[in-house]
């Protein structure tokens, strides 16, 4: 008995091959297979090649995500800065605490469409800024926070601007952070920028993360200023609203500048786990930031919507 002959098949109908998933805006395009974590070692080795040497002092920034899967995570990316610098090295990374404040941004955002009851009810729950207990703004990313965690860390003062940093010189750095001043004199960018040989380290940032450019708008001959308001401890420990009146921090052209330094500044680029990283010299830095605002801002405030 002869086998019935299978009926045609509309070729519109022929099952295709699935796809993978389209991936999400931070990872890369569809990746033939997951690669392995990398080591601290491949990390070290990389940041060599970059430019890192042994006794650098680096301000660094990091977007975690744009490195890729690391051998114990985060604290092996510090593992791997801390190596890199060595013992007679310095990491400086910030830890702002923005919503210790009613005149930020982050603040705004979290009292949006709330009354004027809920959110003076909001601002009584506030905590005062402790820099040995309140840990850094989830905007600054996950390093900066297991940096503060990690034995010999010490950090600056400043209720809403202060600096982390663990190293040789890092009590030098970051000590006697006036609480008036984010960036200006006795800031620790200021302490950086008199260090002859403290570099940037971008790692997966872009330049509207590059906080040296703020110190930039502290040397403008036309300053802007405005008022910050935050909660610190009161004698007693009790919490206390402070205000103050500093430079109107801006960082909407800080784009524009890094686009015009990257074309006029001899900087250092590599791959660092997943991303392109960059090593930037911060003494010309600020240096080529404070002559571009100069020439580009009116009254100190950036000519950018």
């Known amino acids: 008995m002869s086998t019935p002959a299978k009926p045609p098949v509309d070729p519109r109908l022929t099952p295709v091959t699935t796809l993978p998933p389209r991936p999400g805006p931070d990872e890369p395009p569809f990746a033939a297979k997951a690669q392995p974590p990398r080591t601290v070692r491949e990390l070290v080795g990389e ?3 970059l430019g890192v040497q ?5 301000l660094v920034h990091c977007r975690l995500r744009g490195i890729g899967p690391v051998e114990r995570g985060p604290r092996g990316v510090l593992a791997a800065l801390t190596e890199a610098v ?16 009613d005149t930020s941004l982050p603040f705004q955002r979290v009292t949006y469409g709330l009354s004027d009851a809920e959110i003076d009810a909001y601002k009584q729950e506030m905590p ?3 820099p040995v207990w309140t840990p850094a703004s989830p905007t600054m990313g996950a390093l900066p926070e297991v940096l503060r965690q990690a034995p010999g860390a010490v950090r600056s003062s400043h209720p809403q601007s202060s600096f982390v940093a663990r190293g040789l ?3 030098g750095i970051v000590r006697h952070h006036n609480p008036l001043s984010h960036f200006g004199e006795q800031s620790p960018l200021s302490r ?3 260090l002859p040989d403290a570099k940037v380290l971008m790692l997966g940032t872009g330049f509207s993360a590059f906080t040296a450019f703020h110190l930039a708008e502290y040397f403008q001959p036309k300053v802007a200023t405005r008022m910050y308001r935050c909660v610190v401890p ?7 609203w402070c205000s103050y009146e500093d430079v109107l921090l801006d960082l909407a052209d800080f784009d524009l500048i890094g686009a015009a330094l990257t074309e006029s500044l001899a900087i250092r680029e590599g791959p660092v786990g997943a991303t392109r990283a960059k090593l930037v010299p911060l003494i010309p830095a600020v240096a080529f930031a404070a002559d571009w605002m100069a020439r580009h801002r009116a009254d100190g405030r950036p000519a950018v919507a």
Do not use: I, Q, Y
């Open 47 to 49: 940041l060599r090649n």
């Open 128 to 130: 005062p800024f402790d």
């Open 192 to 194: 950086l920028f008199s």
């Open 54 to 58: 042994v006794n650098d002092v680096l």
């Open 234 to 240: 009161d004698w007693l420990g009790r919490p206390s």
């Open 169 to 171: 010189l890092a009590n």
């Open 86 to 101: 060595g013992p007679g090295g310095t990491l400086v990374m910030p830890t702002f605490t923005e919503l210790n404040s």
